[in-house]
């Protein structure tokens, strides 16, 4: 029989921590909101996608069945989200001159490509918006026929004054409503609600809507929210256990997802909401628009590993914003880089320890399972690294922690100019990995020497490291070393 290991997931919905309790025992149905892909994604989408996938093996690995569902938002998305705007497909199709469905496969690939970078596992099930026309069209209907949808101006909305409680996840408020809206928008006079919202668009409106499909209400195309509402339900039914997004998403998407969803099927549909915060730069929130556009091939052009990104966004807990700077980064490098040679150098010696790998699994899972606490699964690694336990029972462990971290912590120690940082230079490629270890865990106890002010143990460091025939520069980026 399976042993399962306890969760514990902070609830966007009821906001606070809770236990972990799916609606059927042993197994979860897991809901991801996937990209629009009109473009690149950048690394602030990125981090949502890869703390996800954190959750997901986080669940499995503690003895969970689980089936995850992510969509493709190929239709529907309006650059505004309060309906109004061009299309963010449209756009795309425009600024590339190609059509809507080659933007979407080539931006589709393209971001899967990068999740592979960043060792984030692909959901069981991605299903792109486009595929699902006559399901959107059925749940419509029936929004219809209860009474929670109207059709005006050749448009179908659905009714929000229906609800008793249509801000679910509580804090907004009238403002709230015109999130994403311009000055130069006009505000939609069909909707009988300010905070109503688009089920189905017809000709009245869009003219030059790429993709449409006929529809009882005329030929057209759905609304953003509708889809994910469709899709979760196609695949995982009507009772889910955990949908997942950035905190952007909170409103109005989720809360449009919930309204038509618990209006559709007349119960409630998902019992935990789980939400990543922001990834900032140091100007403010990370965007498409503004600034250099960080996406994971600008950090491999610049020399950086992808893994050593998702080092840096493992080390910050996925509730509290994260600030993103290539001087943090380069210090995710040098991080990344010790940890991996000091476990490549792990003696190859004595048996595994089943009984201890498996207290050292229930452990990581119970700490890790405190709201996905990803800093404290690294410093566990620490702890093993410092334990007494054999070299084959150390790396054996680790190996089985990095089932959830995802760092590739076990393969060759790392040297490759890759993961080099900014300057792209190569470090110590070929050298023996226990000694590189060896040197970088010198070069640290001189520079805690040197923040004690103990000047003389730094200069005894620097000569005995020279007896070893090696050569220590302090330069702008730091130390850097080689043979005499």
């Not at 609830?11 to 309790?21: G, I």
């Not at 000709?203 to 195309?221: I, M, N, R, T």
């Not at 915060?277 to 556009?293: I, V």
């Not at 690294?385 to 971290?405: C, E, M, N, P, Q």
Request: proline share 2%.
């Amino acid at each position: 029989m399976r042993r399962m290991c306890s969760m514990k997931l902070y609830n966007s919905l009821t906001k606070r921590v809770e236990e972990f309790v799916p609606n059927e025992e042993g197994k979860v149905k897991m809901y991801t909101c996937g990209p629009t892909v009109y473009h690149f994604a950048h690394i602030g989408n990125l981090r949502s996608y890869l703390m996800e996938d954190v959750l997901e093996k986080l669940l499995r690995y503690s003895g969970y069945d689980v089936k995850r569902v992510m969509n493709i938002t190929d239709v529907g998305h309006l650059s505004s989200d309060a309906d109004t705007g061009e299309d963010k497909m449209l756009k795309g199709a425009k600024r590339e001159h190609k059509t809507v469905m080659e933007i979407a496969k080539f931006y589709t690939d393209a971001f899967f490509a990068d999740c592979a970078k960043l060792n984030i596992k692909t959901p069981d099930v991605v299903e792109p918006a486009t595929n699902c026309i006559s399901e959107f069209i059925h749940m419509i209907e029936v929004l219809l026929e209860k009474g929670y949808a109207y059709k005006a101006g050749e448009n179908v909305y659905f009714d929000t004054s229906k609800l008793d409680n249509y801000y679910v996840f509580g804090g907004q408020n009238e403002e709230d409503l015109m999130v994403g809206v311009r000055d130069d928008v006009t505000e939609d006079e069909n909707k009988r609600n300010k905070n109503d919202f688009v089920l189905w668009f017809t000709k009245s409106k869009f003219e030059d809507q790429a993709l449409k499909w006929d529809s009882p209400w005329g030929v057209g195309y759905p609304g953003w929210h509708i889809e994910c509402s469709c899709i979760s339900m196609k695949h995982l039914g009507e009772y889910m256990d955990i949908h997942c997004g950035g905190v952007d998403n909170i409103f109005p998407h989720h809360t449009n997802e919930i309204a038509q969803s618990e209006s559709y099927t007349g119960h409630k549909w998902c019992n935990y909401w789980f939400h990543v915060h922001h990834l900032n730069d140091e100007t403010g929130k990370m965007s498409k628009s503004k600034g250099e556009f960080l996406t994971v091939s600008l950090l491999e052009e610049k020399g950086y590993d992808p893994l050593v990104y998702r080092m840096f966004t493992l080390q910050s807990h996925y509730r509290k914003p994260l600030v993103f700077s290539f001087e943090a980064l380069d210090q995710a490098v040098k991080t990344y880089k010790k940890l991996k040679n000091r476990i490549a150098s792990i003696p190859a010696e004595g048996e595994v320890d089943e009984a201890a790998k498996r207290e050292w699994h229930d452990k990581f899972a119970e700490v890790v399972g405190n709201d996905v606490n990803t800093a404290m699964g690294l410093t566990l690694v620490y702890d093993v690294l410092k334990s007494d336990l054999s070299g084959a029972t150390k790396r054996a462990v680790i190996d089985d922690f990095d089932y959830v971290l995802g760092l590739k912590l076990t393969e060759a120690a790392v040297t490759e100019s890759s993961v080099a940082g900014t300057d792209g230079t190569s470090d110590h490629a070929g050298e023996d990995p226990a000694f590189v270890a060896h040197v970088e865990e010198k070069i640290a106890e001189r520079a805690a020497a040197k923040k004690e002010k103990n000047f003389a143990l730094a200069d005894e460091i620097r000569a005995n490291l020279l007896e070893e025939g090696i050569v220590l520069e302090d330069t702008r980026e730091g130390v850097k070393w080689h043979r005499s």
